[in-house]
T-cell receptor, first 113, second 118 residues
């Protein structure tokens, strides 16, 4: 299976602290993406990192990618209560006729005010 | 701009009944996907489509069928619903950055359909 696996499954931190989530995957990828899901809602794209990139930033988000270890990490700095959500990594790989996007099981982040 | 719209939002079925979930996108995206989300399992890909008239199986296709007769619509059918199909279903769409080449882009999601089979 190509599916990414996030670690930890759940994370609870205080507002202002940094949150780090990890993702591992099994097959070669074209890119890796991170998504956020608020309870009961659809997923929202956060950031995409290509297979030839090692690090990417977007606001308070920092993503790293290590293709040799087939792993990625998402760092949220100076967390806020509003960051409370589930975070998923997704990998894109070429499949028959096009790309197939596969998601991991997610990390549930709880930020305490 | 509506983005990705799923109908219905909620549904309760009896075992053995059939139904169709509709996904519509107005972004002219080539790719569309159906996922199911169960507690602790993340999203699992049911079927996907890389263009009008094409469909392909994902990770968990059994018990589902799909059709992509129009580019903007992707239908998910349950012919004979089972309690194991109780889940939240998400549709998504995306487009290839360079057709036939290197990269897919981010997926845009609908708000989900909560299906209960009793």
């Amino acid at each position: 299976s190509q599916q990414g696996e996030e670690d930890p499954q759940a994370l609870s931190i205080q507002e202002g602290e940094n949150a780090t989530m990890n993702c591992s995957y099994k097959t070669s990828i074209n890119n890796l993406q991170w998504y956020r899901q608020n309870s009961g809602r659809g997923l929202v794209h956060l950031i995409l990192i290509r297979s030839n990139e090692r690090e990417k930033h977007s606001g308070r988000l920092r993503v790293t990618l290590d293709t040799s270890k087939k792993s990625s990490s998402l760092l949220i700095t100076a967390s806020r209560a509003a960051d409370t959500a589930s975070y998923f990594c997704a990998t894109d790989a070429w499949a028959t006729g096009g790309f197939k996007t596969i998601f991991g099981a997610g990390t549930r982040l709880f930020v305490k005010a | 701009n509506a983005g990705v719209t799923q109908t219905p939002k909620f549904r309760v079925l009896k075992t053995g009944q059939s139904m169709t979930l509709l996904c519509a996108q107005d972004m002219n995206h080539e790719y569309m996907y159906w996922y199911r989300q169960d507690p602790g399992m993340g999203l699992r890909l049911i079927h996907y489509s890389v263009g009008e008239g094409t469909t392909a199986k994902g990770e968990v296709p059994d018990g589902y069928n799909v059709s992509r007769l129009k580019k903007q619509n992707f239908l998910l059918g349950l012919e004979s619903a089972a309690p194991s199909q109780t889940s939240v279903y998400f549709c998504a769409s995306s487009y290839p950055r360079d057709r036939g080449l290197s990269e897919n882009t981010e997926a845009f999601f609908g708000q989900g359909t909560r299906l209960t089979v009793v």
